[in-house]
T-cell receptor, first 114, second 112 residues
Framework: GAGVSQSPSNKVTEKGKDVELRCDPI?????LYWYRQSLGQGLEFLIYFQGNSAPDKSGLPSDRFSAERTGGSVSTLTIQRTQQEDSAVYLC????????????FGQGTRLTVV | SQQGEEDPQALSIQEGENATMNCSYK?????LQWYRQNSGRGLVHLILIRSNEREKHSGRLRVTLDTSKKSSSLLITASRAADTASYFCATPMGDAGNMLTFGGGTRLMVKP
């Protein structure tokens, strides 16, 4: 597809379980972002990948959160031992990279921890 | 910490009226972007304004940028019910300015 694809679109998990969220960026985009958005709130930056550089993980809220980007393309955000406060929409975006370039967003994964 | 902050947080207007949303930021930037979000899902890019531009138009959208005040405004003219959405400003951060950070957004409701 031409856009950023995220899966699953919705995920309900039990507290304490691990979850993996997937993002397929637009082909050729070197930059990839993960954001988290709680209900009615703004976007909280989580992590940023740019090409082969070390990712900027400064936004990850705890060591339960990690992300990988394989082959400079697909990215997986993993949340271990999920907590109820992890419930949110997780948004992925990609861009061509470079200063302040336009970001293209996926439709997000709505995570609910029960 | 967030770079941009929008105000108001929420705005309710009648169809046909104009809607103005403001964004303030903290550090020097080369450009500022506005995005729209429907129903709490993916954001869509609306417009980008560069630091050497003071005003930019796109259809019914008008964006201004005042670098001396570190602020921007988004004006939607002749609003429609379909403009109901949340609007976010985004500014570059990080050493190379590659990362985008977003404000808390303005939730706009346009009543028919």
């Amino acid at each position: 597809g031409a856009g950023v694809s995220q899966s699953p679109s919705n995920k309900v998990t039990e507290k304490g379980k691990d979850v993996e969220l997937r993002c397929d960026p637009i082909s050729g985009h070197t930059a990839l972002y993960w954001y988290r958005q709680s209900l009615g709130q703004g976007l909280e930056f989580l992590i940023y990948f740019q090409g082969n550089s070390a990712p900027d993980k400064s936004g990850l809220p705890s060591d339960r959160f990690s992300a990988e980007r394989t082959g400079g393309s697909v990215s997986t955000l993993t949340i271990q031992r999920t907590q109820q406060e992890d419930s949110a929409v997780y948004l992925c975006a990609s861009s061509l990279g470079g200063y302040g370039t336009e970001a293209f967003f996926g439709q997000g994964t709505r995570l609910t921890v029960v | 910490s967030q770079q941009g902050e929008e105000d108001p947080q929420a705005l309710s207007i009648q169809e046909g009226e104009n809607a103005t949303m403001n964004c303030s930021y903290k550090t020097s930037i080369n450009n500022l972007q506005w995005y729209r979000q429907n129903s709490g899902r993916g954001l869509v890019h609306l417009i980008l304004i560069r630091s050497n531009e003071r005003e930019k138009h796109s259809g019914r959208l008008r964006v201004t940028l005042d670098t001396s005040k570190k602020s921007s405004s988004l004006l939607i003219t002749a609003s429609r019910a379909a403009d109901t959405a949340s609007y976010f400003c985004a500014t570059p951060m990080g050493d190379a300015g590659n990362m985008l950070t977003f404000g808390g957004g303005t939730r706009l409701m346009v009543k028919p």
